[in-house]
């Protein structure tokens, strides 16, 4: 670990990756926070499979078209908020074909993302960086994204803070109250969709949902209220997208799968420190 914190002083592109880790972090906490209290992980899990076509449809178009500004995350983006709008309406509208819709975007997506870039003419980049992440491809271009990105997720998401409760917590009340919890609701599902994007760099398609609910997991079991439980996520994902990347530097191991590792053995111990905690007072 100490040879990737003398490296980050020294190479740009260290200092580039971290940032946008630490950027992301701080949407994953809060976003994330909703995402568990909603109940809405498997919502999220179908965003973020789709994902993986915005990104082949964009890799195609560019190289196709000759579009050079056209970069992946442009695409994820774009599918990242079809996929969220149209889960929304279906959850809404058509709740027994929930279930059926997000598995058939999930399945889709993937294989659309798979297919545009087996087509895409000389694209050389591994499709295993965006499935599993590689922190270490984030550029400055990306870092700017994101940056706008998160923006965006953090005004949005912290600005109607008492919304997203009631709409997390109390629906029927919120809507007693005038509330329209039906486009809050799609709302929170397109800040879901957001953050899903800024995580696929850090840690991957396949482990977005992890790192989006095992930090929310572990600062649940310390802090009350839902504004304690974002801030001590958003600290706890920054910690394990710093720690999994020094600890994956060194021996050039993949950082999405340590990081995920990292905070799943945190929520282990968390887990078993509490239950042998609430055994000892019984």
Known sequence: MMEFFDALGRYGFLQVAVAGGLLASLACGVVGSYVVARRITYIAGGIAHCVLGGIGAACYIRQVYDWPWLEPIYGAVVAALAAAIVIGLVSLRAKQWEDTIIGALWAV???VGVLFVALT???SQDLVA???GDI???RPADLWVIA????IVLAVGLGFYRQFVAVCFDEEFARTRGLNVEAYYILLLCL???TVV???KVVGIVMVIALLTLPVAVAGTFAKRLWQVMALATLLSAAFVTT???ISYSPELPTGPITIILAGAVYLLVIIAKAIACRGKG
């Open 198 to 200: 800024l995580l696929v």
């Open 130 to 132: 965006y499935l599993f």
């Open 121 to 123: 003419p000389g694209y």
């Open 136 to 138: 270490q491809l984030i």
């Open 148 to 151: 706008v990105l998160n923006v």
């Open 109 to 111: 997506g993937m294989a």
């Open 192 to 194: 879901t969709a957001l």
């Open 244 to 246: 999994g990347f020094a």
